[in-house]
Nanobody, 130 residues
Framework: QVRLVESGGGVVQPGDSLRLSCTAA????????MAWFRQGPEKEREFVAS????????YYSDSVKGRFTISRDNAKKMVYLQMNSLKPEDTAVYYC???????????????????????WGQGTQVTVSS
């Protein structure tokens, strides 16, 4: 069973940058597709970005494309989300997620009942406010 712990959240001003980290513990991390999701106030959880295990192929939601970058270090079992040019609408709890076995990163874009997520982290709060 993969266990995930996020860190790096905080309060920043619009235009600032922040990097979130996700520490994974458990087997088969290097082959597991990983993703970041977020849930804003009174909103449903939504996909932010995902990355494949072997090839590190990246996928992004339209709302963060060009501003956020997902990356991973398989040797350290870490996943990162570099967030630049932050906006107030980026305010949310950010969750790290591990995909189900053999599910490619491009299919980890649903957070609802059909989500192909094996494990969720506990979340880290990001607040963007002036």
């Amino acid at each position: 069973q993969v266990r995930l712990v996020e860190s790096g959240g905080g309060v920043v001003q619009p235009g600032d940058s922040l990097r979130l980290s996700c520490t994974a513990a458990g087997p088969i991390f290097s082959r597991t597709a990983m993703a970041w999701f977020r849930q804003g106030p009174e909103k449903e959880r939504e996909f932010v970005a995902s990355i494949s295990g072997p090839s590190h192929a990246e996928y992004y939601s339209d709302s963060v494309k060009g501003r956020f970058t997902i990356s991973r270090d398989n040797a350290k079992k870490m996943v990162y989300l570099q967030m630049n040019s932050l906006k107030p609408e980026d305010t949310a709890v950010y969750y790290c997620a591990a995909g189900e076995d053999m599910v490619p990163a491009r299919l980890l874009q649903s957070a609802g009942p059909s989500a192909r997520i094996r494990t969720w982290g506990q979340g880290t709060q990001v607040t963007v406010s002036s």
